[in-house]
Structures are given as C-alpha cells and as structure tokens.
C-alpha cells in the first residue's frame, strides 16, 4: 500500500514521503500532527526536518492521501484517508479521539438535510466532551 498510494495520488516516491506514509499506515486508527510524524522520525534516526513533514502533509492533503483535521485550535491532525466514512469523538481534556459510525445517526443528517432541501454530499460531524478516563480522574460519574 506504501508505494500504491502514492503512484496513485501521482506522487513521487520519495524517502522522506516514503517514511511519512509508513507511519500513518503503522499507526492506523491514530490521529498524528505533524509534530507527531517528526518526533516518530527523529526518535527512529531519521534525519528529516519538520518543514519537509509539513510540506509533505500537505502535499499528500491535496493528493487526497490523508484528511486534516483541526478539532481544536491547539493543533491539527491527520489521519490515512478511508473509504468509509466516520465521525469523531474527542476529549476536550486529554485530546482522546474516537472514531465511530451510526447509521441511525447518518439516516438522521439526511432526514434533516432532506427536510431543508438539501442533499447531502459530505459531512463532517465531531462530538466533543469528556472521555471516562478524564470523568475518573475528576471524580465524576460517567
């Protein structure tokens, strides 16, 4: 898939995009920003800036390689893009991100979309609160 995806994006297969690749794939579900991608390049003894690891992000962005998302004002992340679609969860207080998919949820946005008029081409839908960890620690019940 490394070399797949980007012949198919119609990118070179450069090292360091070569390297950038393998580490979203290798981290799969995860959510990586590109300070992220770095540290897991420098820790591995590659010697690649963190220029050329924004420059490549966006670059495999564009090509449709992976989907930036910014749920916070902190930081973007990113993450391979899929086939299938699903949304996000996020912890406002640990930056804990899952994903997940409902079809009641997604019969739902159409129902609503169709109500106004709307036929729905793609949506993005992010839900945000505290994860059971964070509610633990505070002494909260879940």
Known sequence: MVIDGLKEAGLR????????LKILEDKGKSHLSAEDVYRILIESGDDVGIATVYRV?????????VKKHTFNSERSVYELAEEDHHDHIICTQCGKIEEFFDPELEAKQESIAAK???RLFYHDMN???LCASCLEKRGEPR
Request: hydrophobic content about 50%; cysteine-free; overall charge positive.
């Open 57 to 65: 992000l966006a670059q495999f962005e564009s090509a449709g390689v």
């Open 13 to 20: 297969t450069t090292v360091p995009r070569l390297k950038i």
């Open 127 to 129: 839900m945000y609160g």
């Open 116 to 118: 106004f008029g709307f």
